[in-house]
Protein backbone atom coordinates (compact mmCIF):
# COMPACT_ATOMS: atom_id res chain seq x y z
CA UNK A 1 0.00 0.00 0.00
CA UNK A 2 1.29 3.55 -0.72
CA UNK A 3 1.97 5.72 1.72
CA UNK A 4 -0.64 8.73 3.62
CA UNK A 5 -1.93 10.32 0.52
CA UNK A 6 -1.84 13.50 2.75
CA UNK A 7 1.28 12.84 5.14
CA UNK A 8 3.16 10.13 4.10
CA UNK A 9 3.04 8.74 7.31
CA UNK A 10 2.05 4.95 7.55
CA UNK A 11 -0.81 3.36 5.27
CA UNK A 12 -4.21 2.21 6.79
CA UNK A 13 -6.76 2.39 4.67
CA UNK A 14 -7.39 3.13 1.37
CA UNK A 15 -10.63 4.55 -0.39
CA UNK A 16 -11.74 2.52 -3.46
CA UNK A 17 -13.68 5.15 -4.95
CA UNK A 18 -11.25 8.31 -4.12
CA UNK A 19 -7.86 6.52 -4.32
CA UNK A 20 -6.82 8.09 -1.49
CA UNK A 21 -4.48 6.46 1.02
CA UNK A 22 -4.61 7.31 4.37
CA UNK A 23 -2.69 6.71 8.09
CA UNK A 24 -4.64 6.53 11.18
CA UNK A 25 -4.58 10.17 12.06
CA UNK A 26 -5.80 11.35 8.54
CA UNK A 27 -8.52 8.87 8.82
CA UNK A 28 -9.68 10.17 11.57
CA UNK A 29 -9.42 13.77 10.81
CA UNK A 30 -11.08 12.75 7.31
CA UNK A 31 -14.57 11.63 8.99
CA UNK A 32 -14.57 15.00 10.96
CA UNK A 33 -14.07 16.31 7.77
CA UNK A 34 -16.55 14.82 5.72
CA UNK A 35 -18.87 14.85 8.50
CA UNK A 36 -18.55 19.27 8.80
CA UNK A 37 -19.31 19.33 4.80
CA UNK A 38 -22.26 17.22 5.23
CA UNK A 39 -23.42 19.29 8.19
CA UNK A 40 -22.98 22.52 6.32
CA UNK A 41 -24.24 21.51 2.92
CA UNK A 42 -27.50 21.01 4.40
CA UNK A 43 -27.49 23.54 7.00
CA UNK A 44 -28.36 20.86 9.87
CA UNK A 45 -27.40 23.12 12.69
CA UNK A 46 -28.19 26.51 13.34
CA UNK A 47 -25.45 29.05 15.40
CA UNK A 48 -28.46 28.92 18.57
CA UNK A 49 -29.73 25.00 18.04
CA UNK A 50 -29.49 22.73 21.10
CA UNK A 51 -28.13 19.17 19.23
CA UNK A 52 -29.74 16.18 20.96
CA UNK A 53 -27.39 13.30 19.71
CA UNK A 54 -29.52 10.12 19.90
CA UNK A 55 -27.09 7.66 21.39
CA UNK A 56 -28.58 4.12 21.10
CA UNK A 57 -25.13 3.00 22.72
CA UNK A 58 -23.83 1.34 19.24
CA UNK A 59 -20.70 2.41 17.33
CA UNK A 60 -22.27 4.63 14.73
CA UNK A 61 -24.26 6.73 17.34
CA UNK A 62 -20.91 6.57 20.06
CA UNK A 63 -18.98 7.90 16.79
CA UNK A 64 -21.36 10.24 16.05
CA UNK A 65 -21.06 11.84 19.36
CA UNK A 66 -17.83 11.78 19.50
CA UNK A 67 -17.10 13.79 16.12
CA UNK A 68 -20.14 16.49 17.01
CA UNK A 69 -18.58 17.01 20.25
CA UNK A 70 -15.00 17.64 18.39
CA UNK A 71 -16.40 19.62 15.44
CA UNK A 72 -18.35 21.67 18.11
CA UNK A 73 -15.78 21.90 21.37
CA UNK A 74 -16.61 25.48 21.76
CA UNK A 75 -20.65 24.65 22.31
CA UNK A 76 -20.03 21.27 24.16
CA UNK A 77 -22.91 22.34 26.61
CA UNK A 78 -25.41 22.64 23.63
CA UNK A 79 -24.82 19.12 22.53
CA UNK A 80 -26.87 16.36 24.53
CA UNK A 81 -26.96 12.48 24.18
CA UNK A 82 -30.83 10.85 23.96
CA UNK A 83 -31.05 7.49 24.54
CA UNK A 84 -34.10 5.22 24.73
CA UNK A 85 -34.40 1.67 26.75
CA UNK A 86 -36.92 -0.30 24.68
CA UNK A 87 -36.70 -2.69 27.69
CA UNK A 88 -35.18 -5.57 26.05
CA UNK A 89 -33.90 -7.75 29.14
CA UNK A 90 -30.08 -8.78 28.23
CA UNK A 91 -29.65 -6.36 25.18
CA UNK A 92 -30.15 -2.64 25.67
CA UNK A 93 -27.90 -2.47 29.69
CA UNK A 94 -25.01 -3.06 28.05
CA UNK A 95 -25.50 -0.46 25.38
CA UNK A 96 -26.62 2.11 27.66
CA UNK A 97 -24.02 1.23 29.87
CA UNK A 98 -21.27 2.21 27.07
CA UNK A 99 -23.52 5.42 26.37
CA UNK A 100 -23.62 6.42 29.58
CA UNK A 101 -19.68 6.22 29.82
CA UNK A 102 -19.35 7.46 26.58
CA UNK A 103 -20.95 10.96 27.29
CA UNK A 104 -19.79 10.99 30.81
CA UNK A 105 -16.58 10.67 28.99
CA UNK A 106 -16.90 13.60 26.59
CA UNK A 107 -18.64 15.74 29.45
CA UNK A 108 -22.15 15.58 27.57
CA UNK A 109 -25.45 15.62 29.71
CA UNK A 110 -27.78 11.92 28.76
CA UNK A 111 -31.22 11.99 28.70
CA UNK A 112 -32.91 8.60 28.91
CA UNK A 113 -36.46 7.63 27.98
CA UNK A 114 -37.84 4.28 28.18
CA UNK A 115 -41.23 2.56 26.70
CA UNK A 116 -42.16 1.33 29.70
CA UNK A 117 -42.40 5.39 30.88
CA UNK A 118 -43.82 6.26 27.86
CA UNK A 119 -45.77 3.83 26.74
CA UNK A 120 -46.90 1.93 29.42
CA UNK A 121 -45.24 -1.18 28.33
CA UNK A 122 -41.43 -2.57 27.24
CA UNK A 123 -40.46 -4.32 24.24
CA UNK A 124 -40.10 -7.52 25.49
CA UNK A 125 -44.13 -6.70 27.02
CA UNK A 126 -45.38 -5.41 23.48
CA UNK A 127 -43.31 -8.28 21.26
CA UNK A 128 -45.30 -10.68 23.32
CA UNK A 129 -48.12 -11.23 20.74
CA UNK A 130 -45.41 -11.43 17.64
CA UNK A 131 -47.63 -13.78 16.09
CA UNK A 132 -50.76 -12.27 15.51
CA UNK A 133 -48.73 -9.34 13.96
CA UNK A 134 -47.94 -8.19 10.01
CA UNK A 135 -45.08 -5.82 10.79
CA UNK A 136 -41.96 -6.90 11.93
CA UNK A 137 -40.12 -6.61 14.99
CA UNK A 138 -38.46 -3.58 13.95
CA UNK A 139 -40.72 -1.70 11.70
CA UNK A 140 -42.95 -1.86 14.77
CA UNK A 141 -40.26 -1.21 17.50
CA UNK A 142 -39.30 1.83 15.35
CA UNK A 143 -42.19 3.65 15.28
CA UNK A 144 -42.40 3.75 19.05
CA UNK A 145 -38.59 4.82 18.84
CA UNK A 146 -38.88 7.76 16.63
CA UNK A 147 -41.58 9.19 18.80
CA UNK A 148 -39.27 8.48 22.22
CA UNK A 149 -36.33 10.37 20.51
CA UNK A 150 -38.23 12.95 20.24
CA UNK A 151 -40.15 13.14 23.49
CA UNK A 152 -36.34 12.89 24.75
CA UNK A 153 -35.06 15.60 22.13
CA UNK A 154 -37.74 17.86 23.89
CA UNK A 155 -37.21 16.78 27.47
CA UNK A 156 -33.62 18.02 26.29
CA UNK A 157 -34.57 21.06 25.09
CA UNK A 158 -33.52 20.65 21.81
CA UNK A 159 -34.01 22.10 18.48
CA UNK A 160 -32.38 19.25 16.46
CA UNK A 161 -31.86 15.60 16.69
CA UNK A 162 -29.15 13.55 15.34
CA UNK A 163 -29.09 10.00 14.56
CA UNK A 164 -26.27 8.24 12.94
CA UNK A 165 -27.73 7.03 9.71
CA UNK A 166 -24.61 6.42 7.58
CA UNK A 167 -24.55 6.21 4.09
CA UNK A 168 -25.15 2.01 3.39
CA UNK A 169 -28.01 2.47 5.79
CA UNK A 170 -29.67 5.49 3.97
CA UNK A 171 -29.24 3.60 0.19
CA UNK A 172 -30.50 0.50 1.94
CA UNK A 173 -33.50 2.13 3.65
CA UNK A 174 -34.26 4.34 0.27
CA UNK A 175 -34.03 0.83 -1.80
CA UNK A 176 -36.26 -1.26 0.65
CA UNK A 177 -38.89 1.45 0.80
CA UNK A 178 -38.87 1.28 -2.81
CA UNK A 179 -39.11 -2.78 -3.08
CA UNK A 180 -42.26 -2.46 -0.02
CA UNK A 181 -43.64 0.01 -2.32
CA UNK A 182 -43.62 2.46 0.52
CA UNK A 183 -42.85 5.15 -1.85
CA UNK A 184 -44.80 7.88 0.71
CA UNK A 185 -42.17 7.38 3.48
CA UNK A 186 -39.62 8.75 1.24
CA UNK A 187 -39.82 12.13 3.06
CA UNK A 188 -38.81 10.67 5.88
CA UNK A 189 -35.24 10.41 4.34
CA UNK A 190 -34.65 13.79 3.93
CA UNK A 191 -31.52 14.77 5.27
CA UNK A 192 -32.38 17.26 7.12
CA UNK A 193 -36.36 16.43 7.76
CA UNK A 194 -37.93 19.55 8.93
CA UNK A 195 -42.14 19.08 9.91
CA UNK A 196 -43.22 22.40 10.41
CA UNK A 197 -45.71 20.97 13.43
CA UNK A 198 -42.64 19.69 15.20
CA UNK A 199 -40.33 21.54 16.88
CA UNK A 200 -37.26 19.29 16.86
CA UNK A 201 -35.99 18.97 12.79
CA UNK A 202 -33.68 15.79 12.34
CA UNK A 203 -30.75 15.45 10.76
CA UNK A 204 -28.21 13.06 9.54
CA UNK A 205 -25.02 14.07 9.76
CA UNK A 206 -23.11 10.16 8.94
CA UNK A 207 -25.19 10.12 5.47
CA UNK A 208 -22.26 10.60 3.11
CA UNK A 209 -19.76 8.60 4.91
CA UNK A 210 -19.34 4.38 4.18
CA UNK A 211 -20.15 1.84 7.24
CA UNK A 212 -17.50 0.48 6.76
CA UNK A 213 -15.62 3.50 7.81
CA UNK A 214 -17.83 4.47 10.57
CA UNK A 215 -16.74 1.40 11.94
CA UNK A 216 -13.20 1.94 11.53
CA UNK A 217 -13.21 5.51 12.68
CA UNK A 218 -15.34 3.57 15.71
CA UNK A 219 -12.18 1.11 16.38
CA UNK A 220 -9.31 4.11 16.07
CA UNK A 221 -11.60 6.22 18.45
CA UNK A 222 -11.66 3.44 21.09
CA UNK A 223 -15.55 3.16 21.08
CA UNK A 224 -17.20 0.30 22.71
CA UNK A 225 -18.36 -2.33 20.77
CA UNK A 226 -21.09 -4.50 21.73
CA UNK A 227 -20.92 -8.03 22.81
CA UNK A 228 -24.61 -8.60 21.78
CA UNK A 229 -27.29 -8.57 19.21
CA UNK A 230 -31.52 -7.49 20.13
CA UNK A 231 -32.63 -11.09 20.12
CA UNK A 232 -35.56 -9.47 17.48
CA UNK A 233 -33.65 -8.15 15.36
CA UNK A 234 -34.71 -9.57 12.01
CA UNK A 235 -33.11 -8.32 8.90
CA UNK A 236 -34.37 -10.53 6.02
CA UNK A 237 -34.61 -8.18 3.23
CA UNK A 238 -32.05 -5.49 4.50
CA UNK A 239 -29.56 -7.97 4.96
CA UNK A 240 -29.92 -9.25 0.87
CA UNK A 241 -29.84 -5.57 0.16
CA UNK A 242 -27.00 -5.04 1.87
CA UNK A 243 -24.90 -7.88 0.50
CA UNK A 244 -26.03 -6.84 -3.60
CA UNK A 245 -25.03 -3.36 -2.68
CA UNK A 246 -21.85 -4.64 -1.18
CA UNK A 247 -21.06 -6.66 -4.21
CA UNK A 248 -21.86 -4.05 -6.39
CA UNK A 249 -19.66 -1.64 -4.59
CA UNK A 250 -16.40 -4.37 -4.52
CA UNK A 251 -17.11 -4.39 -8.62
CA UNK A 252 -17.66 -0.96 -9.37
CA UNK A 253 -15.90 1.07 -6.77
CA UNK A 254 -17.81 4.44 -5.76
CA UNK A 255 -21.56 3.15 -6.44
CA UNK A 256 -23.07 3.38 -3.33
CA UNK A 257 -22.15 7.12 -3.37
CA UNK A 258 -23.76 7.69 -6.78
CA UNK A 259 -26.94 5.61 -5.55
CA UNK A 260 -26.72 8.53 -2.36
CA UNK A 261 -26.65 11.06 -4.81
CA UNK A 262 -29.65 9.74 -7.02
CA UNK A 263 -31.92 9.04 -3.97
CA UNK A 264 -31.63 12.29 -3.00
CA UNK A 265 -32.19 13.71 -6.00
CA UNK A 266 -35.33 11.41 -6.05
CA UNK A 267 -36.04 12.66 -2.45
CA UNK A 268 -35.69 16.04 -3.09
CA UNK A 269 -38.47 16.01 -5.69
CA UNK A 270 -40.80 13.99 -3.94
CA UNK A 271 -40.82 16.06 -0.65
CA UNK A 272 -41.49 19.23 -3.22
CA UNK A 273 -44.59 17.51 -4.63
CA UNK A 274 -45.62 15.81 -2.00
CA UNK A 275 -46.49 17.63 0.88
CA UNK A 276 -49.21 16.90 2.75
CA UNK A 277 -51.74 18.16 5.35
CA UNK A 278 -51.89 16.68 8.64
CA UNK A 279 -54.72 16.81 10.83
CA UNK A 280 -53.60 16.44 14.94
CA UNK A 281 -54.29 12.85 16.12
CA UNK A 282 -57.57 12.22 18.59
CA UNK A 283 -55.24 10.53 20.83
CA UNK A 284 -51.70 12.50 21.42
CA UNK A 285 -52.38 15.90 19.58
CA UNK A 286 -49.52 14.84 17.25
CA UNK A 287 -49.53 15.33 13.55
CA UNK A 288 -50.96 12.72 11.93
CA UNK A 289 -52.28 11.77 8.42
CA UNK A 290 -55.94 10.76 9.33
CA UNK A 291 -56.53 11.94 12.77
CA UNK A 292 -55.03 8.94 14.58
CA UNK A 293 -51.52 8.43 14.41
CA UNK A 294 -48.98 4.84 14.04
CA UNK A 295 -47.62 5.01 17.93
CA UNK A 296 -51.32 5.35 19.31
CA UNK A 297 -52.64 2.99 16.82
CA UNK A 298 -50.05 0.84 17.81
CA UNK A 299 -50.35 1.12 21.68
CA UNK A 300 -53.97 0.69 21.80
CA UNK A 301 -53.41 -3.01 19.57
CA UNK A 302 -50.34 -4.11 21.93
CA UNK A 303 -53.06 -2.64 24.99
CA UNK A 304 -55.20 -5.08 23.62
CA UNK A 305 -53.34 -8.14 22.71
CA UNK A 306 -50.97 -7.76 25.78
CA UNK A 307 -54.42 -7.56 27.92
CA UNK A 308 -55.68 -10.42 26.40
CA UNK A 309 -52.71 -12.61 27.16
CA UNK A 310 -52.23 -11.79 30.61
CA UNK A 311 -56.56 -11.90 31.55
CA UNK A 312 -57.53 -14.44 28.96
CA UNK A 313 -60.78 -14.70 30.49
CA UNK A 314 -61.92 -11.09 30.38
CA UNK A 315 -62.41 -12.14 26.58
CA UNK A 316 -65.45 -13.91 25.30
CA UNK A 317 -67.14 -13.48 28.64
CA UNK A 318 -65.54 -16.26 30.21
FE1 LIG B 1 -35.98 -2.48 18.02
FE2 LIG B 1 -35.19 -3.96 15.91
FE3 LIG B 1 -33.45 -2.33 17.15
FE4 LIG B 1 -34.32 -4.56 18.36
S1 LIG B 1 -33.08 -4.46 16.47
S2 LIG B 1 -34.14 -2.52 19.30
S3 LIG B 1 -36.44 -4.67 17.64
S4 LIG B 1 -35.31 -1.73 16.01
ZN1 LIG C 1 -51.20 9.82 18.50
New binding site residues.
Given amino acids: MPACTRCGGKPLYTRRYSGETLCAECFRDSIAEKTKRTVSKYRMFGPHDRIAVAVSGGKDSLSLLKVLCQLYLPRRNEIVAISVD ?1 G ?1 AGYRDEALAHARAVAENLDVEQVVVSYKDLFGFS ?1 DDALDWKDERSVS ?2 SF ?2 VF ?1 RRAIDDAAVRAKATVVATAHNLDDYVQTFMMNLMHGDVNRLGWLDPAYADDTFPVRRVKPFIEIYEEEVALYAFLAGVPFQSVS ?1 P ?2 HEGLRSEVRDYLNMMEANHPGIKNVLLRSSLDVISRFARSSQKESVPCGGCGRPSSNGLCNVCRMKAEVEEHVNIQRNPRSVGGG
Avoid: A, F, H
Fill in positions: EVLSCCGRCYM
